[in-house]
């Protein structure tokens, strides 16, 4: 975000755990906590960089939660449209402003998110281009930025789906420019598991949930589990997920001290 006042690091402090409070609220099934705390953050930052891309959040949950085609559909639609307008307003500001590593984050997440959306819609066209210009933005973010954890949420799945191709299909990825590095986008997540401001919680989720579980990696996944399962106390998955990773990881695990990954 772009603050000129004496204040302004204690703004973006301010703004950006706002913006994490709403990430927990959804996390932790309180959508209408997490829909006042995003009015909160709109009307007291609004310059905020990325309140652009927070305004998708409660409705991406909505679409990822139902079963209703409808309602998935509607939502979908909705979250395409605020993310192309905050792709325009992100390279109006960029273009203003072409080294604000904020904006850049803004634009380089809602371009990925977009693919996203156009890969749930079944545009896949239009998902690959989405999805590869946000991939170019926050690479170069975070190659001037490295320290925009919030960056390698996104890079660590993109480079993790993508270095999943299977091999005979590897070439058609790096015939189109789409090829990715597994290991290096587990590392990336794990990153943003342990330091991004915001999106550590989704980070977590998705790793549970959307990565390959084995014996060599479930023990950490079930501490994994158990801990979203403490923090998050009203969502059913983590506790359905601790049961499900006790199968493969039956022993107790003993919670050290200083993190889980």
């Not at 949950?61 to 139902?66: F, L, N, R, V």
């Not at 639609?77 to 904020?102: G, M, R, S, W, Y």
Request: hydrophobic content about 40%.
């Amino acid at each position: 975000m772009l603050f000129t006042s004496p204040n302004a690091a204690m703004a973006s402090k301010t703004a950006n755990q706002l913006a994490r409070q709403v990430a927990d609220e959804l996390m932790n099934i309180e959508n209408k906590k997490a829909a006042l705390t995003l009015q909160k953050l709109e009307h007291d930052f609004p310059d905020y960089a990325l309140l652009g891309f927070m305004k998708i959040a409660p409705l991406w949950a909505k679409a990822e939660s139902t079963y209703d085609k409808d309602i998935r559909l509607q939502s979908l639609h909705k979250v395409l449209e605020l993310l192309t307008q905050n792709i325009q307003t992100a390279q109006f500001e960029i273009d203003k402003h072409p080294h604000h590593q904020d904006w850049q984050l803004s634009l380089g997440m809602s371009q990925a998110f977009l693919g996203l959306v156009y890969m749930r819609l079944g545009e896949w066209l239009n998902a690959y281009h989405a999805g590869r210009e946000g991939r170019d933005v926050l690479r170069i973010a975070v190659k001037n930025h490295p320290e925009i954890e919030d960056a390698y949420f996104v890079l660590g799945f993109y480079e993790y789906y993508t270095g999943n191709v299977p091999f005979y299909l590897a070439w058609l990825t790096w015939l189109v420019d789409l090829s990715g590095d597994k290991e290096l986008g587990l590392k990336y997540i794990h990153r943003a598991i342990k330091h991004a401001p915001i999106f550590s919680p989704e980070a977590s989720r998705l790793l549970l949930v959307q990565t390959y579980t084995n014996q060599g990696n479930a023990c950490q996944r079930k501490e994994l589990a158990h801990d979203m399962a403490k923090r998050y106390p009203k969502n059913e998955q983590f506790p359905w997920l601790e049961k499900q990773l006790s199968n493969i990881c039956p022993t107790d695990i003993v919670h050290a001290k200083g993190g889980i990954l």
